[in-house]
């Protein structure tokens, strides 16, 4: 009760399938600003479907306290959206289309986007995309969309393909999401935060800024902030890991 938090099922458009949205407000009746946080993606099936409605409280807090609500999205094929795969997924590191995968997870962005503009307590002026890893990747590709009302975007260790079981630091297939994040950075109107951290083992320094740099070079605005090592021992988790919250 304490973070007004309600929950909504919302359908995707032309997909037969829906997404489960958690929404968290401040005190007050608003006009809010708002944030669409995203989630990311796990390695392996199960750890998706444990994701549930994407829960977490520290991090809401921190934006309640501020004055803005807080948009959760769970996207199709993750917890509590159910479905057989995750609908973004960008198929195998060998023949990977990161295309596909980042028009199905702004497709289910869009669907909340447009819900959440359609609420008398929430800004549709005053919103940001937040996103975390896929999330962060899915909030960059849905900005080139240039939905209104946008104001900026925040990735939180933005990318794809990452596996630090694997290829540690050294996600598959670098070079080829580059291209995408220098093929949408024109499309993109808003300033974009790439937020990293050096000790990060599913997204090495080298590619955090080989993607930083082939979007900055097609146009891309925005800065790269790269964080010390924490304690997490993945180094990944920059907006949910107790440890990344305060960085």
Do not use: K
Request: aromatic share 10%; hydrophobic share 45%.
């Amino acid at each position: 009760p304490a973070l007004r938090e309600a929950v909504f099922t919302l359908p995707v458009p032309g997909m037969g399938a829906g997404i489960v949205v958690t929404a968290y407000r401040p005190p007050g009746a608003g006009p809010f600003p708002w944030i669409l946080l995203s989630h990311g993606t796990a390695p392996d099936a199960e750890a998706n479907r444990r994701i549930g409605r994407y829960r977490q409280p520290a991090l809401v807090h921190e934006w309640l306290r501020r004055g803005w609500a807080v948009v959760v999205p769970v996207r199709r094929g993750y917890g509590a959206s159910g479905g057989e795969r995750p609908a973004d997924s960008f198929g195998s590191c060998a023949r990977p289309d990161f295309a596909r995968a980042g028009e199905a997870a702004a497709l289910d962005l869009r669907t909340a986007i447009d819900w959440a503009r359609s609420q008398t307590d929430l800004d549709a002026g005053r919103w940001l995309l937040v996103g975390q890893s896929a999330g962060g990747f899915a909030s960059i590709v849905t900005a080139a969309q240039q939905p209104p009302g946008l104001a900026a975007v925040l990735a939180f260790a933005p990318g794809r393909g990452g596996n630090p079981a694997t290829r540690p630091g050294a996600p598959c297939a670098a070079d080829r999401l580059a291209d995408l994040f220098a093929s949408v950075a024109p499309r993109i109107s808003v300033p974009v935060l790439w937020f990293y951290a050096e000790n990060d083992q599913y997204i090495g320094p080298t590619v955090q800024r080989l993607w930083f740099e082939r979007f900055r070079a097609a146009g891309g605005q925005g800065r790269l902030v790269v964080v010390p090592p924490f304690r997490h021992r993945l180094g990944h988790g920059v907006v949910t890991a107790p440890e990344g919250i305060p960085l």
